[in-house]
């Protein structure tokens, strides 16, 4: 799925477009045990509930595709008799009427997912009259091509809300604040089937983490049994590796920043795309042999990358680039860079020593007081920073 796909999605978790004909829900506490079900058609709930449950299931479907909402294929034997899909799809075409199929469900989710607290599980079944779409690509909201049928999980953590004072209207008094269980937004949950090129694809399923960190592979093989995708920090790392590994001891600071350059350059050119920048082998190397490494170390990173990465991986764009900063450190001194001018700060030597020069050509200011700029001073145009 793309954030195009995904955000129609999101307009439907609305009272005016709402067709969730099933809301379903487990509440269980720290030892995994199920302390409250319920089942119940959605349009039944009061309204300040359903605009509560609207931003739960919005949250599911945020963040970005590759890092919060990962696109997973079911293997194979998953979709056979007997595999997670098809078990999904039994669920699915139930529509949450079907009990035995609930609790074997809730029991998956409990056995997978790794959670020291309290916390709610929330399953909707849901409805989606497609509309069609004209030429230049607008809606016809009154012509449906067909009804997309799906399901979406949302995990929540519960938690005890914070101690404190609050008043008390009947008798008009500030007192302790009685402190209740409140259900947080999703941690984890998913989508099936997926809605790609708008339509039903029950060969994959839209996974979402609240922490690209945490995707808790375990949760993911027993309630979905698809493959996982690398996650967003393992393809930062991977890169990190991969570039490391190929310049070696000719690891250069322009170089680096070269790279930095080149890859906001492309996530900035693509950033009207509805699917995020994928970048593969040939691509990285390009993006190396632009950015001035070496061509004697290029001659090994093939190799180098089917031992980093694996040789049909893809990296994503933004998941290992720094779009929002360009920080640069040593043992003593931590400088924070605009990501846009990262051309100001150069490498040179000065009296025999490696020095980083700052180009200022406006104010300077130490712990906020605004000091002298090299103009005013009689000094030469550059500062040894080292």
Not at 14 to 24: D, G, K, Q, S, V
Not at 367 to 379: E, P
Request: aromatic fraction near 8%; proline fraction near 4%.
């Amino acid at each position: 799925m793309n954030k195009q796909e995904v955000l129609e999605l999101r307009k439907q978790f609305t009272p005016a477009n709402c067709a969730i004909t099933r809301i379903c829900g487990c509440y269980v506490d720290h030892e995994k045990n199920k302390q409250a079900q319920s089942k119940e058609a959605f349009l039944s709930l009061p309204e300040e509930e359903a605009f509560k449950y609207y931003d739960i299931f919005k949250k599911t479907l945020s963040g970005g595709i590759g890092r919060n909402m990962l696109n997973m294929e079911f293997p194979y034997e998953q979709e056979r008799a007997g595999g997670t899909q098809e078990f999904l799809m039994k669920l699915r075409d139930s529509k949450l009427e079907d009990d035995m199929l609930l609790e074997e469900f809730y029991d998956r989710v409990i056995e997978g997912y790794s959670y020291e607290g309290n916390y709610y599980i929330v399953l909707i079944h849901a409805l989606y009259d497609v509309p069609g779409k004209t030429s230049d690509h607008q809606m016809m909201e009154d012509a449906s091509d067909y009804v997309y049928e799906y399901l979406l999980c949302s995990i929540c953590p519960v938690t005890l809300s914070k101690a404190g004072l609050s008043y008390h209207i009947e008798d008009r008094r500030i007192r302790d604040r009685v402190r209740d269980w409140v259900v947080e937004m999703p941690d984890k949950g998913f989508l099936f089937p997926a809605f790609n090129d708008r339509n039903t694809d029950i060969h994959e399923v839209l996974y979402y983490t609240k922490k690209t960190s945490d995707l808790q592979p375990e949760l993911i093989d027993l309630l979905l049994g698809a493959k996982m995708p690398m996650s967003a920090d393992v393809q930062k790392e991977t890169f990190q590796t991969l570039v490391e590994d190929t310049l070696g001891e000719k690891s250069d600071y322009e170089i680096l920043r070269n790279i930095h350059d080149t890859l906001n350059e492309m996530i900035e050119e693509h950033k009207e795309e509805p699917e995020p920048l994928a970048l593969d082998k040939t691509d990285v190397k390009k993006i190396f042999e632009s950015s001035g490494v070496p061509e004697e170390n290029l001659e090994e990173f093939d190799r180098t990358y089917e031992k980093t990465a694996g040789e049909r991986a893809s990296l994503l764009a933004e998941n290992i680039a720094e779009v929002r900063k360009f920080n640069i450190e040593t043992p003593d001194v931590v400088i924070k860079v605009n990501p846009d001018r990262a051309d100001l700060v150069e490498t040179k030597v000065i009296d025999g020593r490696q020095c980083l020069v700052i180009a200022v050509d406006d104010r300077i200011e130490v712990n906020g007081i605004s000091v002298r700029t090299i103009k005013q001073t009689s000094l030469t145009d550059e500062i040894d920073l080292d």
